[in-house]
């Protein structure tokens, strides 16, 4: 006689499977609560330092010490805007950074287009080569060629002034690229069509293909405003005169004196990072895509 | 009727090399003023600065050339070779940190749904913080009063620390970097995992290997063109560090924070040795056209 392994009620059956579940749904829920504490642990370490920068801007710099720290200053104390407001230079600074940032925006969105709509739909001797020569300049590091440039603009007189802050703004082959792969991705039919109807390149460039680029030419324009807005090693060699510093090099002026007021650094930092933080609320998808397509340009 | 009209085949040929050439020069029109400032901002200082580093003066006094006597110093300048000491020892710990941290947390990322943007957006903020700002941000976080973390550890009942004493200055300007740079490599991550093809995953599921043995075996050696990809681009970067260091620090206490790049800035612009500081320029600009290098091999190996 064969030995049948005694059936399985369908009763037996249903609660194995559901104990099955049961552990597997614990361990599932376990993983949850650690992948979700990890990430708000991550999450709090990444914005703590700017919530705890404002925390400090709305405190009195002589009540910065006292300890326990008030997290959040009730009632705040906005004196250390009221002072930065009506610092000496701080909104010619302000000022200085705006003209900068615009100028090279400005700039870099008439000249980038031009050479990406030539790189990506016209024909040229040594086409291949001078792309790849702007591409291999990509890695060229400021720190590298800041002596020559130094003393190149400073030859050219333009220490102190406007074009000596915005001229290294200008070479940075990141838009070339960016307008050039955005270029190649558009249908050609609207082109070819304008061709046969006897358009001219310019009139192709600035009436057809321009238009359509305006995703790629938003993306150019708030990088290429962040970046400026930000600078600091450059505005640092070539403006030492406090009259043209920027809000960058402006602000570590405050860090360098002798008794440095941290609340009106404070309340200058975050009026600074505002607009970055405004920006980046807004325009989220394109900065994350932008800075990874930057990192990847291929 | 039509004879009229028919060009002879020189005709022809004259005309359309008269038109080729007329779209050739539109085309170099297009490309000109871009080319102009890469030529005048980057291509030339970066030949003039190995001609600078064959000379001395430029600032103060005529230039003269004075040979290997540039290099001769930054070889046996013992702040020279304690920036470029220094800098290594920075990219070592910056580096392999927000690696790490930033593949676990995309790991994560990757298998939850639920304020999955929201994550990203959070994490990604402090990359969005110029060097420049993520450092003055961080005088306020190392500060020995009302330093944040100073803070915490009083709270929790350590002792405070002195964050830039000579021993710890560097690892401050590493975690600053890592800070800064963690959500941009979680990012990175986060796309090169998301991109791996579901099947190996499904295949090694119905295998039964656990998600330990998945990861070790399917997960990292996939990964491997992403990882020297960042390697190469990290090192790039982070061989600049600079704005955290004259900001935190200016190289020291004792030169324990002097970077390649705080060297080349003070050799020039304080001590006005134009020869020495290009001299160091040079060999960065050497090193990365190597980093370079290996990074165009990597990206042409198909992955």
Redesign the interface.
């Known amino acids: 006689m064969t030995t049948v392994a005694p059936a399985r009620t369908r009763g037996q059956v249903a609660e194995i499977r559901r104990a099955a579940e049961r552990a597997h749904l614990r361990r599932r829920l376990l993983w949850w609560a650690l992948a979700y504490s990890v990430l708000i642990v991550a999450g709090v370490a990444a914005i703590l330092p700017f919530l705890y920068v404002v925390s400090l801007s709305l405190k009195h710099t002589e009540s910065l010490i006292e300890y326990p720290p008030r997290w959040i200053p009730i009632p705040p104390y906005y004196g250390n805007y009221a002072a930065i407001i009506h610092h000496d230079l701080f909104l010619r600074w302000f000022l200085n950074t705006l003209i900068v940032a615009s100028s090279v925006t400005v700039i870099k969105l008439v000249i980038d287009p031009m050479a990406g709509y030539a790189f990506a739909k016209m024909d040229f001797p040594f086409k291949e080569s001078l792309f790849m020569l702007s591409l291999s300049m990509l890695m060229i590091p400021l720190a590298a060629t800041l002596i020559p440039m130094y003393l190149l603009v400073r030859g050219l007189g333009f220490q102190n002034t406007y074009p000596g802050l915005i001229l290294p703004g200008l070479a940075a082959p990141m838009g070339i690229f960016l307008l050039r792969t955005f270029m190649e991705q558009l249908p050609k039919d609207l082109e070819n069509a304008a061709r046969l109807d006897g358009a001219s390149e310019p009139y192709i460039f600035a009436r057809i293909i321009l238009p359509l680029c305006k995703p790629a030419l938003v993306t150019l324009a708030i990088f290429t405003f962040l970046t400026q807005w930000v600078a600091f090693v450059w505005p640092l060699v070539i403006a030492p005169d406090p009259n043209m510093f920027l809000l960058t090099t402006g602000l570590s002026s405050f860090k360098a004196q002798y008794r440095v007021d941290w609340g009106l650094v404070a309340a200058g930092m975050v009026l600074v990072l505002l607009p970055t933080a405004v920006a980046f609320v807004l325009f989220m998808r394109q900065f994350i895509a932008g800075s990874l397509a930057g990192a990847l340009k291929q | 009727m039509a004879t009229a009209m028919r060009l002879s085949r020189a005709e022809h040929e004259r005309l359309a090399r008269g038109f080729r050439w007329r779209?050739?020069l539109?085309?170099?029109l297009?490309?000109a003023?871009?080319?102009f400032?890469?030529l005048?901002?980057?291509?030339?200082?970066?030949l003039?600065?190995v001609y600078?580093s064959f000379h001395k003066g430029?600032?103060l006094e005529p230039v003269r050339f004075v040979g290997l006597a540039n290099w001769q110093t930054i070889f046996k300048d013992r702040v020279a070779l304690l920036a470029i000491r220094n800098t290594l020892l920075y990219m070592l710990m910056a580096i392999p940190t927000v690696f790490a941290?930033g593949l676990?947390?995309a790991l994560?990322?990757k298998?939850?749904i639920l304020?999955n943007t929201f994550?990203?957006?959070?994490?990604?903020?402090?990359?969005?913080?110029?060097?420049?700002?993520a450092a003055?941000?961080?005088?306020?976080?190392i500060?020995p009063?009302?330093g944040?973390l100073n803070?915490l550890l009083?709270?929790s009942g350590f002792n405070p620390l002195n964050w830039l004493s000579p021993d710890l200055a560097l690892v401050t300007i590493a975690m600053l970097e890592v800070?800064r740079g963690?959500?941009?490599w979680t990012?990175?991550f986060l796309?090169a995992l998301i991109s791996l093809p579901e099947e190996l995953y499904q295949a090694a599921k119905v295998d039964g290997a656990s998600s330990v043995s998945q990861f070790w075996h399917i997960t990292l050696p996939l990964l491997r063109p992403t990882f020297a990809?960042a390697v190469v681009?990290a090192t790039?970067w982070n061989?600049?560090v600079?704005?955290s260091i004259?900001?935190l620090t200016d190289g020291g206490p004792n030169y324990s924070t002097a970077s390649?790049?705080w060297y080349?800035?003070k050799q020039?612009?304080t001590f006005s040795n134009?020869g020495v500081?290009?001299a160091m320029?040079?060999l960065?600009?050497l090193a990365?056209?190597v980093l370079?290098l290996v990074q165009l091999r990597l990206?042409r190996r198909r992955w």
Request: net charge positive; proline share 4%.
């Open positions: 779209r050739y539109l085309a170099y297009f490309i003023p871009s080319m400032f890469l005048l901002v980057l291509l030339i200082p970066s003039w600065v600078l430029g600032i941290i676990g947390l994560l990322l298998r939850i304020g994550f990203k957006a959070v994490l990604y903020f402090p990359t969005l913080t110029p060097y420049v700002m003055l941000i961080w005088t306020f976080i500060h009063e009302f944040v803070v009083r709270l800070w963690v959500g941009f990012l990175l796309a990809f681009m790039i061989f600049q600079f704005d004259i900001i390649v790049a080349v800035y020039t612009f134009v500081g290009a320029s040079v960065m600009l990365i056209l370079t990206l």
